[in-house]
Structure formats: structure tokens, C-alpha cells
Nanobody, 122 residues
């Protein structure tokens, strides 16, 4: 059973930085793509970033390109999201996700964590 647990959310001022982490368990972490999604109040889930099984391929949503960086740490079974230059519109619940593929399109991620709240104040 795949389990994903996010951490690192909280309140941050606009222009600041925050680092989210997600610890995966339940299957071999290094074989599968990982991703971050977010959902703001009253809006649908939005793709933020993904990383391939070996870290060679990284993809970002247009709204976070140049500001967010996704990475994975194999020894700790974690995937991280470094968020810089945060804006109030980045306020959302951030979800970690994984797919059954080594490289996955946003629609192919089907396992999600419970999420962590990030609030950016202006």
C-alpha cells in the first residue's frame, strides 16, 4: 500500500521561501515518478511539478517555472519542493503524488498524500 506523507507547510510572507517534503513508503521509491500538485480554495487541483524515477526529467507548471524546484532523495525516500519568491496566489494545499510509471504525465498520478497547507501573506 503506497503511503505519502507531506510536511513543511505553514505561513510565509510574500517574497519568502518554503521547502516541502514528502516521505513515501509501501513500495520501492526509486522506480516511480513523483510529483507535487496543489489546490487553492474553490479551485481544481493544479499540477505543480514532477520528477522522473531517476531524476533526469523534471517538469513544471507554467505558474511556478523559475521559482520552484523539485528534487528527490533516494536514501530518505523523499521528494522535496523548494519554493522561492512566493506569491499570495501560491496559497493552497500542496499534495505529493506518485504514479505507476517511471515518467508520468500529470493525469497519470493516482496516489496522493493528505496534503499540507501553504499560506502566503501579502
Amino acid at each position: 500500500q503506497v503511503q505519502l506523507v507531506e510536511s513543511g507547510g505553514g505561513l510565509v510572507q510574500a517574497g519568502g521561501s518554503r521547502r516541502l517534503s514528502c516521505t513515501a513508503s509501501g513500495r520501492a521509491f526509486g522506480y516511480y515518478a513523483m510529483a507535487w500538485f496543489r489546490q487553492a480554495p474553490g479551485k481544481g487541483r493544479e499540477f505543480v511539478a514532477s520528477i522522473s524515477w531517476n531524476g533526469d526529467y523534471k517538469f513544471y507548471g507554467d505558474s511556478v517555472k523559475g521559482r520552484f524546484t523539485i528534487s528527490r532523495e533516494y536514501a530518505e525516500n523523499t521528494v522535496s519542493l523548494q519554493m522561492n519568491s512566493l506569491k499570495p496566489e501560491d496559497t493552497a494545499v500542496y499534495f505529493c503524488a506518485t504514479a505507476d510509471f517511471q515518467v508520468a504525465a500529470p493525469t497519470e498520478f493516482k496516489y496522493y498524500g493528505q496534503g499540507t497547507q501553504v499560506t502566503v501573506s501579502s
